[in-house]
């Protein structure tokens, strides 16, 4: 499951559609089915891991005891023991990372000719050059003696630049997309 797309559509959501979604959450987890589906996966002195709603992540921790509707654990870090719910184990090791995309690049109507921009080439170093032509789906760029055509998701805001001159700044990146073409004259 997209944790991300989830949270994307839950942000269009009223504050009462919410409350009203998490109480029906909330009951299909109390249903026995479910709490008897993980129990019987978990075994005394099992290592585990739960979510951690309080730290927003994944805590390893050994159970101790299976109750009716909860286990005791021991957590590894801290040995501090607690109850958790059957529903917070993760039994099958999914990644329920949430990664938030930012948005990349800019828009088209974003950018106007004669604004300094910056993008990483196809060697990965940073550039930066003045906007000379506006195309559809790419940016026109003046980099010193050169012209580059690049995407407009990968062109950045220069916050100061001294670089006009076709100057190659090198920073380190771990992208194996190639984010620019120069331009043939």
């Known amino acids: 499951m997209n944790f991300s797309d989830v949270l994307k559509a839950l942000n269009q959501a009223s504050a009462f559609e919410l409350f009203r979604m998490r109480a029906a959450i909330d009951r299909v987890l109390d249903q026995p089915h479910w709490l008897d589906a993980i129990r019987g996966r978990l075994r005394i002195g099992q290592l585990v891991e739960y979510f951690d709603c309080q730290a927003n992540a994944a805590c390893p921790a050994e159970i101790l005891e299976l109750r ?5 654990v021991r957590e ?3 040995q501090k023991r607690w109850l ?5 184990f993760n039994v099958d090791g999914a990644d329920v990372q949430i990664r938030e995309q930012a948005r990349q690049g800019l828009g088209r ?8 921009l910056g993008f990483l080439d196809s060697n990965h170093r ?3 050059g003045k906007v000379i032509r506006l195309n559809e789906k790419t940016v026109t760029l003046l980099c010193g003696r050169e012209r580059w055509r690049v995407a407009y998701t990968f062109l950045h805001r220069v916050v100061e630049s001294q670089v006009l001159d076709g100057e190659v700044l090198e920073i380190g990146f771990s992208s194996d997309d ?8």
């Open 84 to 88: 958790i719910s059957y529903a917070a």
């Open 178 to 185: 190639a984010q620019g073409q120069q331009e043939e004259p």
């Open 76 to 78: 590894i870090a801290t």
């Open 126 to 128: 940073q550039r930066s």
């Open 109 to 116: 109507n974003e950018v106007t000719v004669g604004e300094v």
């Open 68 to 72: 009716r509707t909860r286990a005791l």
